[in-house]
């Protein structure tokens, strides 16, 4: 492990077994760098201290085991002379070192020029914080690891890489009030979140809206609704409280999700009331 300014880091995260391209991957370029190792006459602690990494990490790495972080490659670069090949292998590593599920969600994200959404349990991933995520990692049972933790709120903060997307998705969220007003990793976090939310707010391709707690009952009352559509005209859509809560692209039950999503909308308050509410509710704080 390394030691920086007093903090412990690690070269990487866990390798998730049940990730077949992640295993392979990781697989590979582990192989890589122990061939070169080799080939230059260096034993695993004397790589290891000339990386500044201890022993058991560079065995994990080269075993497939661990994930490595670009300054771990870039430094096994520099010390076994590989010309820049060893530094190259980020851009294979880089596509598996997030949760394959989260993977998968980043992609679709990443494709649709339209993204609907509304939660009513807690805020979405795409408008957090890294400090209100990680503190709802933090609480999550049974307890993430420190380590699985700081992987998964970076997993979630790269997906924030849509609101510098060129053109410029169409993003629609709206947010139960509750999930507002909840002081998620202390008053200092929240408040935070909440002027996070009053910039995205002001986007002029986001468009966030809040559910006041005293509305009537509306069809998000049973679950998370998300609907993304594609440039080629298809979509995608799903609902905790329909379908099972898996994706689905069927015309019919998307027609549904859209009636859902957009009478959640017409009872939500208008985007300029849901910033002045934002606005009054961190001064509140």
Partial sequence: MSVDGGEVTEPGWEVDPDDDWGVAVIATVGRQLKLRREAVGMRAAEFGEAVGYGEDMVYKVEGGKRIPRQEYLNRADEVLGAGGLISATWEDVKRVRYPKKVRELAKLEGQAVEIGVYVGLSLHGLLQTPEH????????????????????????????????????????????????????????????????????????NVTLQVMPTDAEAHPGL?????????????????????????????PKELRILELRYGTIRAQALTPRESLAFIEQLLGET
């Fill in 133 to 204: 995520a990680r503190a709802l990692f933090e609480a999550w049972q049974p307890a993430y690891s420190p380590e699985e933790a700081e992987r998964r709120v970076a997993a979630r903060m790269a997906r924030a890489s849509i609101f510098e997307r060129s053109p410029a998705p169409a993003l629609s969220f709206v947010q139960e009030e509750a999930t507002l007003r909840r002081p998620v990793g202390g008053t200092m976090v929240w408040r935070q979140q909440l002027e996070r939310l009053l910039e995205v707010g002001q986007l002029r």
């Fill in 222 to 250: 049973s679950g998370k609704i998300e609907v993304l559509k594609f440039p080629d005209g298809s979509a995608v859509g799903r609902s905790d409280g329909a379908y099972s809560g898996r994706l689905t692209s069927d």
